[in-house]
C-alpha cells in the first residue's frame, strides 16, 4: 500500500465548476499535509500547506485535512482554464523529515 | 514565496558522459534539499536528502556513487549522473527547505542520455 494514496485521473471539469480533489494517507503520524500544482514539464508549485487537522482557505482554494479518516482535500471554486495541471498532495511528518507525495490528479478545465 | 532555482533546465548527452544538475535557493537560505526524479506519468520520487556540510542520504535503490550530490553551501546544492545511461533520462527536480519546514520546488531538468 502506497503511503499516498491519489486518483491520478484526468478529472475534466467545466469552467466555473467546483473542483473537488482528494487524497487517503496511511501513515497516521503524518503532521503536515500540502498541496502542490504542477503544470507539464515544469517544477511542482506550493499551493496550500496545513498542519493537522481542520480547514484552509487561500482565495479560491481550501484545503481539508480530517485525521480521524486520514483523508485531505482540496476545493477549487470557480475553475479557471489556467488552473488545468496536476495536483498533488503530499504529507510529512515534520521536524524535517521527508515529504511524501501522491501521483498526482491530472485536472483539465474546459472553457 | 520562496524561489527555487535549477540548471540547466534541459540537457541531452552521449551515454558514458557525466551531467552536472545545479539547484540554488535564491532568496532565503536552505539547510537542507532534496532531489527528486520523475518519470512520465509517475509520481515525484525521492532520491536524496542533502544537508549542507554534510553526506546526503540516499532512498533505498538510489546508487549514491552514480547520483553524486555536494550540498558545499546554504544556497547549492549539485547532483551530479556519473556515466549516464539512458535508464537514467528522466526529469530531476531539485527542491529547498525553508525554516517553516514548506518544500519550494526548481522548475525541473530534464535530461536526455542517447
Known amino acids: 500500500q502506497k503511503e499516498v494514496e491519489q486518483d491520478p485521473g484526468p478529472l475534466s471539469v467545466p469552467e466555473g465548476a467546483i473542483v473537488s480533489l482528494n487524497c487517503t494517507y496511511s501513515?497516521?503520524?503524518?503532521?503536515?499535509f500540502m498541496w502542490y500544482r504542477q503544470y507539464s514539464r515544469k517544477g511542482p508549485e506550493l499551493l496550500m500547506y496545513?498542519?493537522?487537522?481542520g480547514n484552509k482557505e487561500d482565495g479560491r482554494f481550501t484545503a481539508q485535512v480530517d485525521k480521524s479518516s486520514k483523508y485531505i482535500s482540496l476545493f477549487i471554486r470557480d475553475s479557471q482554464p489556467s488552473d488545468s495541471a496536476t495536483y498533488l498532495c503530499a504529507g510529512s511528518l515534520g521536524g524535517y523529515q521527508k515529504v511524501t507525495f501522491g501521483i498526482g490528479t491530472k485536472l483539465q478545465v474546459i472553457p | 514565496g520562496a524561489v527555487v532555482s535549477q540548471h540547466p533546465s534541459w540537457v541531452i548527452c552521449k551515454s558514458g558522459t557525466s551531467v552536472k544538475i545545479e539547484c540554488r535557493s535564491l532568496?532565503?537560505?536552505?539547510?537542507?534539499m532534496f532531489w527528486y526524479r520523475q518519470f512520465p506519468k509517475q509520481s515525484l520520487m525521492l532520491m536524496a536528502t542533502?544537508?549542507?556540510?554534510?553526506?546526503?542520504?540516499?532512498e533505498q535503490g538510489v546508487e549514491k556513487d552514480k547520483f553524486l550530490i555536494n550540498h558545499a553551501s546554504l544556497t547549492l546544492s549539485t547532483l551530479t549522473v556519473t556515466s549516464a545511461h539512458p535508464e537514467d533520462s528522466s526529469f530531476y527536480i531539485c527542491?529547498?527547505?525553508?525554516?517553516?519546514?514548506?518544500?519550494?520546488f526548481g522548475p525541473g531538468t530534464r535530461l536526455l542520455v542517447l
Open positions: 501513515n497516521s503520524a503524518f503532521q503536515y
Open positions: 542533502s544537508n549542507e556540510g554534510s553526506k546526503a542520504t540516499y
Open positions: 527542491s529547498a527547505r525553508t525554516f517553516q519546514e514548506t518544500q519550494y
Open positions: 532568496d532565503f537560505q536552505a539547510t537542507t
Open positions: 496545513t498542519y493537522s487537522s
